[in-house]
């Protein structure tokens, strides 16, 4: 069986990376990966890696187009080339099944050849909700175009379902990137100093800031600068990272760099933490910002979470997230509670909804067996009450 997945940016190849392995290690799937927009020149192949795919167990077509500075010109242009490519693949390779994960802008590119091709499309993380990012629309118009749903959550099957899918398509699986943290193990601070080049003062805080998509205000780096600077006051040690590829992405990194050029004691900027996430996760005592990793993964840790903003507005979360607006007093606010014995005392209680870090071979199990539902799908009315 041949099986295509589409990888567009690191955040998605975090979680889609045990899925991969799981079907890069079945010996029954010839597996090919896709990757672009992301990822610079050369680069994708080694982050594959880095996500846990074994050398030699699977096929890379590294289709670049890397998109540095996000506009509406420069994502419509390239989403068309981009769906170019994609056409040549599905001719070239027909594959039996195409994987994709949530709800990037460039899935609107990718997914139509195929579509129009008869493969089978098996979606990740639909039936979600996230009122303040465009990612929300994306994610809905997957689910109607794809096959099969591996849903994270139950009110996740019920939002599929209501979009008129049908029950043998839906299948709740948990989400793949908690996989990654079945066996957390924190950072000592001899570990963390040689990493990262600082001492470990507590509290340790991440701190990941994307643009507020869904609105596109305009100032994003002013936002973003209110939450490093709230983050950076009340931390012993900060590691910021960079924002997603959305646009207002260079205001935020240009922010982050002004930081780094300041050289504050205790204050880290990464770009990205790669395998070292779920180490840095098991240390932290507080995620702060929109990062949709506060919703997931946050709460496998026991992690206190400040949620900026309504990126993440509507989703779902366990008892250790905060939520508060993109103002300064409330932020400020947010974080000491967050920070408080208590909070964090309940939040180390949490019970995560989206899973139990058991869900790639679910998935995979669905990926393999998706051949045997044909391409038909009966739109399954919901009936609602009056």
């Known amino acids: 069986m041949l099986v295509l997945a589409f990888v567009g940016t690191r955040a998605d190849l975090f979680p889609l990376g045990p899925v991969l392995s799981a079907l890069a290690a079945d010996d029954a799937v010839d597996l090919h990966v896709a990757t672009a927009i992301g990822f610079p020149e050369g680069t994708a192949h080694a982050r594959l890696l880095e996500a846990g795919l074994p050398e030699g167990r699977f096929t890379h077509h590294e289709e670049g187009l890397y998109l540095e500075e996000l506009t509406a010109d420069t994502q419509t242009r390239t989403g068309a080339e981009l769906s170019a490519r994609m056409a040549g693949l599905a001719g070239s390779l027909a594959p039996d099944a195409v994987v994709v994960l949530g709800d990037r802008w460039e899935l609107l590119y990718v997914l139509p050849p195929f579509i129009i091709s008869g493969v089978r499309l098996i979606h990740l993380h639909g039936g979600e909700v996230t009122e303040g990012a465009l990612d929300e629309r994306v994610r809905h118009a997957v689910t109607k175009l794809a096959d099969q749903h591996c849903v994270s959550t139950a009110q996740a ?22 996989d990654r943290f079945a066996d957390p193990v924190p950072l000592d601070a001899a570990a963390f100093e040689a990493e990262f080049g600082v001492r470990l003062e507590l509290p340790l805080v991440m701190v990941t800031y994307h643009p507020p998509t869904a609105e596109m205000p305009g100032n994003a780096g002013a936002l973003a600068r209110q939450v490093f600077e709230e983050s950076i006051r009340q931390a012993g040690t900060a590691i910021l990272t960079y924002p997603g590829f959305d646009a207002g992405r260079e205001e935020i990194i240009a922010v982050l760099k002004e930081i780094e050029a300041q050289g504050l004691p205790g204050v880290v900027v990464r770009e990205s933490l790669g395998p070292l996430y779920p180490q840095v996760m098991a240390t932290v005592q507080a995620l702060i910002g929109n990062s949709s990793s506060g919703i997931l993964e946050a709460a496998t840790f026991g992690v206190p979470v400040v949620n900026v903003g309504d990126r993440q507005r509507g989703r779902e979360h366990g008892a250790n997230v905060i939520h508060c607006r993109d103002d300064r007093q409330e932020i ?55």
């Not at 099957?157 to 908690?178: F, M």
């Not at 400020?332 to 939040?347: D, V």
């Open 332 to 386: 400020r606010a947010s974080i000491e509670k967050a920070l408080s014995a208590e909070f964090r005392a309940t939040s180390r209680d949490v019970i995560n909804p989206y899973g139990n870090s058991h869900a790639a071979g679910l998935i995979e199990k669905v990926v393999v067996e998706s051949p045997s539902t044909g391409l038909s799908k009966t739109f399954v009315d919901v009936t609602l009450e009056s």
């Open 157 to 178: 099957a019920r939002r599929v379902a209501q979009l008129g899918e049908s029950a043998d398509r839906i299948h709740q699986t948990g989400a793949p990137g908690l």
